[in-house]
C-alpha cells in the first residue's frame, strides 16, 4: 500500500471552536501520525500513512467538523514522505501577520448546562461552567491566534483537576481556553448600596437572587456587559425601571428560565426555537400568545404591542439566576437610553449604581463589549430578519462568494453604527455599536475599531464614508485618513444598502436587472436633498435611480423624526385635519415656519408612515425610534389576522406623492373606515406599487434593504404577493443602517472593477 505525507492548511472560524481536539481524535481512531496546531492564519495539520487512509481523513475532516466550526478553504500540499512518533497538538505559531476568522462568543451548551444542575459534579452551580463547545471567545480575546495567554483568561491559572481535563484528548475540554472551576475559576461579587460586597460566589448569586426575588433591580455582568434584571411579573418593578432607565415606553427583553416557561406566552414556530436554542442565543421577537401565563405584565414590558422579545440563558450565570427564580425576567442593556453598554467593573459601578439596587460583578474582564442579537421571524412565511447583529454573530461575516479587495475599511452609518473590513480574504462586520450622536458610543465605537485593528495587526489602505460630512462616522474616517495618508471615498447611503444586500446574495456579477427597493428614514443623496424612499436599477455593474417617493419639505428638521404630527404637517401643509394635534401656538408657529423657503426636501419613506400613524391617531410624538411605524404595523395585522377581503390599492403615479398618498388616507379616515383596515391598506398598496415599478422596469428580481424592511408585515406581503418575482432579503445583516458598511465595502469594489 503506497503511503503519503500531507500537509492541509484549513481558514476559516476554526480556533476556539474544539477543532484541534477533532483533528487529534480523528488522527488516532484512523492510526495516522503527525501534528495539529493553531497558526495566525488557520489550523495546520501534517500527517502521514497509507494513501488511502490520509486522503480518507482530508475528507473526513471537512464533513465531520466540530458543529460550530465554519469552513471557507482548504489546502492540500503533497510532502516528501517523512515519519512523525505519534499524533501530538503543538505550540501555536505566532509569528506572522493574523488571517483569521474571529469567532463569536457561543451560548452555553448542552452538556456543560447538564454539568451545571449535577449536585455530584465538581463544577455544580459554578456560574462559568465552559468547554471547547460553548462560552465566551471573541469578548475575551486580546490577540490571535486564540490561545488563553491571549485572553482574558491569562490570570487564571488552572488547578490540578482542569489541567489534567486540557491535557486529555479524549476531554470535552481539550484544550478549552477558558476552562476553570470553582478552585480556581472567575469569583464573583455582589455590591448593594452601602452594604459590606459579598465575594464568596455562593453568597454573591444567592443575594443576588433574594433581590430579584423581593422586586429590586439588579445589575449582572454578562458575556459581552452589564444586563440589568428584573421581575417582569411585578408592575412596580418594572415601572420604576422605566424610570431609572430613562425609557418610558420602548419594548423590554425577557429572559425566560426555559422553553417550556416561554411557550406559555408567545407563539413559537419550529425556526424560532432553532434561534433560541442556537449557539447564538438571541432576541428573538415573537407574537404573544392570547393569554399569556407566566404573569408576564405585557402592557408595562411592550406597551401597545402584542409581540415580546425573548431569549433562552446563554451565560451559566443567567442560566443559575433563571432557574433558581423560575419566572420570566426582564434582561435589558446595561445602560442609560442612547449610552452604550457598561462592560467593566468600573463602569458598572459608576454608571449603574442610580439604575440598579444591586450589581453583581466578577473578575474575568470583558475586551469588547457587545449587545445582545435580536432575530424576528415574521409571522406567515417565517422569513428571518436580523434585527441587531451582535453577540454570537460579530464580527465575521462569512460571504464565500464576495471577495473584495483587502484593507478596506468602510465607517458604516450614523445611527445603529458598524464598520466592516477586509483583510486577507477575510470579512469583518462589526457587532451593532449605537448611535453615534453620543459621545460614549463615539468612544466605544473607535475602542472596538482599535481592538480588531491592533488583533489583526493591520492597518486600513482606504477608507470608505458616508455621502454625509457631518455624521460622526465620516469625520472620524477622514481624521484616521489623514492621519495616514489615505484616501477617503464617500459612498452614497442607499446604494450602499442596495450593495450590501446585492453583496449577500451574490448578485454583484449578474447581468440579469435587479430593482432595488431601499426604504429608509435619512441618507443624504447625491443631489444634496434626504433621500429614503428609493428604487434604483442594478445592471451591468452600474446603479441608476429610477424613480423616488416625491420629495416633501424636511420639515423642523431631525423634530420631525420624532414627532409623526410634523411629518404628516410637512406632506399635508396646514390642513385642518391636522390642527387638533397641535396646540393654538404651535399651530400658529409652525404656519408661519410653513411660509418659508424649504431649502431641504425628503423623499423618506420612514417619515411617510409616520405621517399614516398620525393620521389614523396612532400616535403624535414617538418616545422612541420607529414607535410609529410599529403601532402601525400592529393594526394592519389585527386586519390581515381577522381573515377579512383584500382591499382596493391606492393609487399611486409612476413617481408616487405622499401628498395624494396621504388625501386618498384621510379621505378614508372621513369616511369612517375602520382605522385598521386603512392601515392594512396603506401597507398592501406599498406592494403594489413595487409590482407596477418592476413590471414598468421589466424585472424579474427585486431587492429589499432600508430599515423600513424590518417591518414583518411588509416582508409577508412582499413575499404572498410578488409570487412572480424573485425576491432578496437580508438574512446575514440587518436591513437597517447596521448593513451599510458592507454595502460601502461593496459599491466601492464595483468602481474599482468598472475601472478596470
Not at 452551580?125 to 490577540?143: D, E, K, M, V, W
Not at 488552572?158 to 476531554?171: G, H, I, K, V, W
Amino acid at each position: 500500500m503506497p503511503e503519503q505525507a500531507l500537509h492541509l492548511h484549513i481558514q476559516g472560524q476554526v480556533q476556539g471552536v474544539g477543532f484541534r481536539p477533532f483533528v487529534y481524535r480523528l488522527a488516532l481512531e484512523m492510526g495516522l501520525k503527525g501534528w495539529v496546531n493553531n497558526g495566525v492564519d488557520g489550523v495546520h495539520i501534517e500527517l502521514s500513512g497509507a494513501l488511502d487512509t490520509v486522503q480518507h481523513f482530508a475528507q473526513r475532516v471537512v464533513a465531520e467538523a466540530p458543529a460550530l466550526a465554519r469552513i471557507t478553504t482548504v489546502h492540500q500540499q503533497v510532502l516528501p514522505l517523512q515519519t512523525f512518533p505519534d499524533f501530538s497538538i503543538i505550540a501555536s505559531e505566532r509569528l506572522s501577520t493574523p488571517q483569521l476568522l474571529l469567532t463569536p462568543d457561543f451560548a452555553l451548551c448542552a452538556d456543560c448546562k447538564n454539568e451545571l444542575h449535577q449536585a455530584q459534579n465538581f463544577r455544580y452551580q459554578y456560574a462559568f461552567i465552559t468547554c471547547t463547545n460553548c462560552g465566551p471567545r471573541y469578548s475575551i480575546i486580546t490577540g490571535l491566534p486564540y490561545d488563553r495567554p491571549l485572553t482574558t483568561m491569562w490570570g487564571f491559572q488552572m488547578c490540578p483537576t482542569c489541567q489534567a481535563e486540557y491535557d486529555d484528548p479524549l476531554n470535552r475540554r481539550y484544550y478549552a481556553q477558558t476552562n476553570s472551576c470553582p478552585t480556581c475559576g472567575i469569583q464573583l461579587k455582589y455590591v448593594e448600596g452601602k452594604n459590606e460586597a459579598l465575594e464568596n460566589n455562593e453568597a454573591a448569586l444567592q443575594a443576588t437572587i433574594t433581590a430579584l426575588d423581593a422586586g429590586k433591580i439588579v445589575a449582572v455582568k454578562g458575556i459581552g456587559g452589564f444586563l440589568l434584571l428584573a421581575d417582569a411579573t411585578n408592575a412596580s418593578t418594572i415601572n420604576l425601571l422605566r424610570q431609572r432607565k430613562q425609557r418610558p415606553s420602548k419594548p423590554f427583553a425577557l429572559l425566560h428560565p426555559n422553553l417550556e416557561c416561554l411557550a406559555s406566552d408567545v407563539v413559537l414556530s419550529p425556526q424560532a426555537v432553532a434561534a433560541l436554542q442556537s449557539s447564538v442565543a438571541p432576541i428573538v421577537l415573537l407574537p404573544l400568545q392570547s393569554q399569556p401565563k407566566s404573569g408576564v405584565q405585557v402592557a408595562l414590558l411592550a406597551p401597545g404591542l402584542r409581540r415580546l422579545g425573548v431569549m433562552l440563558p446563554y451565560a451559566p450565570l443567567l442560566e443559575l439566576i433563571s432557574t433558581a427564580l423560575g419566572r420570566p425576567l426582564v434582561a435589558t442593556s446595561g445602560n442609560l437610553s442612547h449610552t452604550p453598554i457598561a462592560y467593566t467593573n468600573e463602569e458598572a459601578l459608576e454608571r449603574l449604581s442610580d439604575i440598579a439596587d444591586g450589581i453583581l460583578l466578577h473578575n474575568r474582564e470583558i475586551v469588547v463589549p457587545q449587545d445582545d442579537s435580536v432575530l424576528a421571524f415574521t409571522p406567515m412565511q417565517q422569513q428571518k430578519i436580523v434585527i441587531r447583529r451582535s453577540r454570537g454573530l460579530a464580527p465575521t461575516l462569512l460571504l464565500p462568494h464576495f471577495q473584495p479587495q483587502n484593507g478596506l475599511l468602510a465607517m458604516g452609518a450614523l445611527l445603529k453604527s458598524t464598520f466592516a473590513f477586509t483583510h486577507q480574504n477575510n470579512l469583518y462586520l462589526s457587532q451593532y455599536l449605537g448611535d453615534l450622536e453620543d459621545f460614549d458610543t463615539q468612544q466605544n465605537y473607535q475602542l472596538t475599531l482599535q481592538h480588531l485593528l491592533n488583533t489583526l495587526q493591520v492597518e486600513p489602505t482606504h477608507i470608505l464614508v458616508d455621502l454625509h460630512p457631518a455624521y460622526a462616522s465620516s469625520q472620524l474616517g477622514r481624521e484616521m485618513a489623514e492621519a495616514r495618508g489615505l484616501t477617503v471615498v464617500p459612498i452614497q447611503h442607499h446604494l450602499a444598502h442596495f450593495g450590501a444586500v446585492l453583496a449577500e446574495h451574490d448578485l454583484l456579477d449578474k447581468m440579469e436587472p435587479v430593482l432595488g427597493v431601499i426604504w429608509d428614514g435619512v441618507g443624504l443623496g447625491e443631489d444634496g436633498q434626504i433621500w429614503g424612499g428609493e428604487f434604483f436599477v442594478y445592471q451591468q455593474k452600474q446603479f441608476q435611480r429610477k424613480s423616488h417617493f416625491q420629495y416633501f419639505p424636511y420639515f423642523m428638521g431631525d423634530k420631525m423624526a420624532r414627532e409623526p404630527r410634523l411629518a404628516a404637517f410637512a406632506i399635508l401643509g396646514p390642513d385642518s385635519f391636522l390642527e387638533p394635534k397641535f396646540s393654538a401656538a404651535e399651530w400658529s408657529n409652525y404656519q408661519v415656519l410653513w411660509q418659508k423657503k424649504h431649502v431641504v426636501q425628503t423623499s423618506s419613506m420612514g417619515r411617510i408612515f409616520d405621517a399614516v400613524a398620525a393620521l389614523l391617531g396612532i400616535m403624535d410624538v414617538q418616545t422612541y425610534e420607529g414607535e410609529a411605524a410599529l403601532r402601525l404595523e400592529e393594526l394592519a395585522w389585527t386586519y390581515w389576522q381577522g381573515d377579512n377581503p383584500t382591499p382596493d390599492s391606492y393609487i399611486f403615479d409612476t413617481q408616487p406623492s405622499p401628498q395624494y398618498l396621504l388625501l386618498q388616507i384621510k379621505a378614508d379616515v372621513e369616511a369612517g373606515l375602520p382605522i385598521n383596515l386603512i392601515a392594512f391598506k396603506f401597507h398592501f398598496s406599498l406592494i403594489e406599487l413595487i409590482k407596477t415599478m418592476a413590471v414598468a422596469e421589466q424585472v424579474r428580481r427585486i431587492a429589499f434593504s432600508g430599515g423600513v424592511w424590518q417591518n414583518n408585515l411588509l416582508v409577508d406581503l412582499a413575499l404572498s404577493q410578488l409570487s412572480g418575482f424573485q425576491l432578496y432579503f437580508h438574512e446575514e445583516v440587518s436591513p437597517n443602517d447596521e448593513g451599510v458598511a458592507l454595502g460601502q465595502v461593496a459599491v466601492f469594489e464595483l468602481q474599482v472593477r468598472a475601472a478596470k
